[in-house]
């Protein structure tokens, strides 16, 4: 179960609680910070120990236990801004912050979330932090630009991440009632003979672009949820999935 500090207006860790109850013991909980309200009324982006260390803490409180996971939520909303030394110094601090909660028991451990990983490469490919994150999410699938895969795909390297920390997040790139996803034939990627509907074809591709061990969806739909469960056994073909990339990295 996936959610953030800054989600619905700073109050889904409450929310969250006061709906599963006991229940929320029974998931795996990753969360996010990074984002942070304003007197007014304003959200803003910081990479500030003491706000993140203070944004872990509060969390843990809301949710009446200890995350599984809190990720250092989109940081190249602060890093796009600064030079790659000024970048490279404050994500230092925002990793041995995040280190330093997991060695305080405020979390189990911790990880980097990034829509857009441009910023992170330019800034590990001048210093690397002395304290490396255990799980990286990206953005996952077919709408996905090459470009944005590659990032993915060497922040990863740069950080020694396994296979088990690489996650995926918005593999349809907004919702499955979109257009593209009723008009598309995917069914060059299967080599499954089961039928499945293109959703889940796109969502089992998703788990290779880049790849990834798990992915998060949003739905309050427990039909689709179950389809996209089901689509985790679809067959693809690994050549295909080569050739795409090969593509899409040829037209951009």
Not at 44 to 67: F, I, N, W, Y
Not at 71 to 82: F, M, Q, S, V, Y
Not at 164 to 171: F, K, L, Q, T, V
Request: hydrophobic share 40%.
């Amino acid at each position: 179960m996936d959610t953030a500090y800054n989600y619905r207006g700073f109050t889904s860790h409450r929310m969250l609680a006061q709906t599963a109850g006991d229940l929320l013991a029974e998931f795996t909980v990753s969360t996010k910070v990074g984002f942070f309200p304003e007197p007014d009324g304003h959200t803003v982006h910081s990479l500030k120990p003491e706000r993140l260390r203070a944004a872990v803490e509060q969390s843990s409180e809301d949710l009446g236990r200890t995350p599984d996971v809190v990720l250092l939520h989109n940081p190249e909303r602060t890093l796009a801004d600064l030079s790659t030394d000024e970048g490279g110094d404050q994500l230092a601090g925002a990793c041995s912050c995040l280190d330093d909660a997991v060695a305080s028991g405020l979390c189990a451990a911790w990880g980097i979330s990034s829509w857009d990983p441009h910023p992170l490469v330019d800034v590990l490919a001048a210093s690397r932090p002395d304290q490396l994150p255990t799980v990286l999410l990206v953005r996952a699938g077919l709408t996905v630009p090459d470009s944005v895969l590659a990032a993915a795909e060497a922040i990863s390297g740069a950080f020694g991440i396994t296979a088990a920390g690489r996650w995926g997040m918005s593999p349809f790139g907004g919702s499955t009632a979109d257009n593209v996803w009723s008009t598309a034939n995917l069914s060059t990627f299967l080599t499954s003979q089961r039928p499945y509907s293109t959703p889940q074809a796109a969502f089992r591709v998703a788990y290779e672009l880049p790849s990834v061990t798990r992915i998060a969806v949003g739905t309050g739909d427990a039909v689709h949820l179950a389809q996209l469960v089901d689509a985790t056994d679809v067959e693809i073909g690994y050549e295909t999935i080569t050739q795409y990339r090969e593509l899409i990295r040829t037209d951009t």
